[in-house]
């Protein structure tokens, strides 16, 4: 089956669902939230009392308010406002101003009460920061309070002592109104945020890949510097040594100290013209042939026990177009070249096409691979805690499928790239002794102009390095 490998990005395992966006959350929001609400249920009261005449229990109704002051009061002069909550207070937070709210309802009506539908905001909170787990605790406690406040409640009492009820109809309505708001906003918003972090920490990870690569390059720019100042008074050194080594004799004391020296510069020539190469190769050839930055991209899995089969194709006979060495593109196509290799029986081919139009990069295995139900959603980051990972790589052979691959596309359609995924022709087929492309096949396609070097200024390729001669 095929996947990819994101090891080298991630060195720690990921944050337990829950911890990602719950421990956001400042104790100063809730607290200045809770002050809001008490603000619109004292407003509530007054204008209930003063202008409708409405009659309930006033005292309780303050008391339940009092205690929402007075628990804010607690939390600021106890904590500071700036601290990070964590999963089980956030999630005491809103539990109390769940019961609470539900409390003032039982106080004023229950379902005949118009706030009612307030009701549903706690759930909608837990469903966008909190883990499944706790979402689904506050919905049935939610569930719960409003079936008791079909029964339950203290009536709310005009002037005249008439009993404010509306029609059993009307109240079946709002109850299931509401049943159905906590049960949809809650799966809602929980998809909406999930998909959300998903696609927020998967573009982290793909600018922290960029970033990697990009540090690379300048490395390489500095090292290459660093070999070119150095060349010259290392040269001096090793000629002037080598003219010390004719003013002494043999078995002399200074002459073994001078040729000791001579041995030195030459390791250190060694060394400046191994990354200076490594340094020209990163960061002066901004511009290669395609062929070559795709095999500089599949370098590093070369040597990892498969046979990777390079081949080059004009479509129309145009010469092999040089193209920018982006980090994007190298970063791209080594992530999808590693995926290959990772899932391969025993060969990956990886084919460069080119036309006056188009630029392609064709990249297939002999393995499995994609599932045939997961190839619509390739690319896609399918973040999961570890445990599900595990459960689903034992049930199908098949684990992680995320991650890697869209940094991978991410990074690619950065550069103008368009990527398709899909099976070779004879996927299924897993006969025969010889190499066939049974498995995944990764298609890269660019346009022409968006990658190749801009010729329009007379910039033509420098050509091989000759020797000088004398």
């Known amino acids: 089956m095929q996947s990819d490998n994101t090891s080298q990005l991630t060195a720690y395992p990921p944050l337990p669902e829950g911890l990602r966006r719950s421990n956001y959350i400042r104790l100063r929001t809730f607290i200045w939230l809770r002050w809001a609400a008490v603000f619109g249920q004292l407003t509530a009261l007054f204008v209930a009392e003063r202008y409708y005449n409405l009659q309930f229990e006033v005292g309780l109704f303050y008391l339940v308010v009092g205690a929402s002051v007075l ?24 539990l109390f101003d769940l019961l609470q709210l539900g409390v003032l309802l039982f106080l004023s009506g229950g379902l005949n ?30 569930l719960v309070i409003v079936s008791g406040l079909t029964q339950f409640y203290f009536p709310l009492r005009t002037e005249q002592g008439f009993i404010i009820r509306i029609p059993d109809i009307f109240m079946f309505g709002t109850w299931a109104a509401v049943v159905i708001a906590v049960v949809f906003l809650g799966v809602y918003v929980r998809r909406i945020a999930l998909d959300a972090n998903a696609m927020s ?19 390489g720019g500095v090292v290459a510097a660093a070999a070119h100042e150095l060349g010259t008074p290392l040269a001096t050194i090793k000629l002037v040594s080598s ?3 004719d003013e002494f004799p043999e078995g002399s004391e200074l002459r073994e100290d001078i040729e000791l020296i001579a041995q030195q510069a030459d390791r ?19 511009q290669a042939p ?4 795709v095999q500089d991209a599949a370098s590093p899995h070369t040597d990892r026990g498969k046979a990777i089969h390079f081949s080059e194709e004009s479509v129309d006979g145009t010469p092999q177009p040089e193209i920018y060495r982006k980090p994007e593109i190298i970063h791209g196509l080594r992530n999808l070249v590693q995926n290959a290799v990772d899932f391969s029986r025993a060969n990956v081919w990886v084919e460069t096409v080119w036309s006056s139009e188009n630029v392609t990069v064709r990249i297939q295995d002999d393995g499995g691979g994609y599932p045939p139900g997961l190839i619509g959603r390739i690319g896609d980051p399918f973040m999961r805690r570890r445990s599900n990972a595990q459960t689903r790589a034992k049930q199908t052979a098949y684990e992680g499928m995320g991650l890697g691959l869209f940094i991978a596309k991410t990074l690619l359609e950065r550069s ?5 995924f899909t099976n070779g022709p004879d996927a299924a087929d897993t006969t025969g002794t010889g190499p066939h492309r049974s498995g995944a096949l990764v298609v890269v396609r660019w346009n022409a102009a968006d990658v190749q070097v801009d010729t329009s200024a007379g910039r033509t390729p420098l050509g091989q390095n000759k020797p000088i001669t004398t």
């Open 113 to 142: 009460n118009p706030f009612s539908v307030l009701i549903v905001g706690p759930v909608a909170v837990s469903a966008a920061v909190f883990s499944t787990r706790s979402t689904i605790i506050l919905g049935l406690i939610t």
């Open 416 to 420: 103008g790239a368009e990527l398709n």
């Open 71 to 94: 628990a804010n009061l607690v939390a600021m002069f106890i904590f500071p406002l700036s601290r990070r909550l964590s999963e089980r207070e956030n999630f005491f937070m809103v």
């Open 290 to 293: 395609v062929a070559t930055v």
């Open 268 to 286: 250190c020539r060694d060394i400046l013209r191994s990354m200076g190469r490594t340094g020209k190769d990163d960061i002066y050839m901004r």
């Open 201 to 219: 920490e998967a573009f982290q990870a793909a600018q922290l890949a960029l970033s990697r690569e990009q540090k690379l390059t300048d490395l």
């Open 243 to 245: 003219e010390l080594l």
